[in-house]
C-alpha cells in the first residue's frame, strides 16, 4: 500500500488522548491507595464495601466524606473504567502496536487502481528521467490527452544536437 496523507493532527490527538487515559489510570492508582491503602484497582462494588466497612451506614459517598476521602473517592467513581488498559504498557507507554494502528487509520492509502498507475507513471517518469531533458519537448499532448511524439520537433533538437557535437 502507498501511503499519500499522513494526518499528522488526528495521530497527535489519538496519542494525546491515550496519554490522557495513562494519567487517569494513574490518578486512580493514587485514589485507591488513598481509600485502601494498597495500588492493586478494585471494582467500584468493592470499592464501596472498603469505605462502607465498619460502618452501619448505605451511602458511600457520605461515608467518604466523613473520612475525608471523598475527593480520591468522586475521582475514582469517574474514572475507573474509563479508559483502555491493553493501549498501554506495564511502565505506562504506549504500546509500539497501538501507535502503529493509529498512524496506520489517520493514512490515507491509494486503492488498487492508484496503484497499478502509479507504477506505470513512475516507469514512464524513469524512462523521462533518462533521456536529455530537451527531449521532453517533442512530447505532445492532443485536447483529448493522447500523447505523441512530434517527429519534426525531434528532428530539429537532434540535427542541433549533433551540430553542437562538432
Not at 55 to 65: G, K, L, S
Not at 81 to 106: R, S
Not at 138 to 161: A, C, F, M, P, Q
Request: hydrophobic residues 35%; contains cysteine; proline residues 0%.
Amino acid at each position: 500500500m502507498i501511503a499519500i496523507y499522513k494526518d499528522q493532527q488526528g495521530i497527535k490527538e489519538a496519542i494525546a488522548t491515550i496519554e490522557n487515559d495513562i494519567k487517569k489510570h494513574l490518578a486512580c492508582i493514587e485514589a485507591v491507595k488513598i481509600i485502601t491503602l494498597s495500588d492493586k484497582l478494585i471494582s467500584i462494588e468493592e470499592l464501596n464495601e472498603v469505605v462502607l466497612k465498619g460502618t452501619n451506614f448505605t451511602d458511600a459517598f457520605r461515608v467518604a466524606q466523613l473520612k475525608n476521602i471523598e475527593n480520591a473517592y468522586s475521582y475514582y467513581i469517574q474514572n475507573y473504567g474509563d479508559y483502555n488498559l491493553d493501549n498501554f504498557n506495564d511502565d505506562f507507554t504506549i504500546k509500539k502496536e497501538v501507535v502503529e494502528q493509529i498512524e496506520h487509520e489517520h493514512t490515507a492509502y491509494l486503492n488498487n487502481e492508484g496503484e497499478r498507475i502509479y507504477n506505470k507513471l513512475n516507469k514512464v517518469t524513469e524512462i523521462l528521467n533518462s533521456i536529455d531533458r530537451s527531449y521532453s519537448n517533442t512530447l505532445r499532448s492532443s485536447y483529448d490527452g493522447i500523447w505523441s511524439v512530434d517527429l519534426s520537433n525531434l528532428h530539429l533538437i537532434s540535427v542541433e544536437k549533433e551540430r553542437a557535437k562538432l
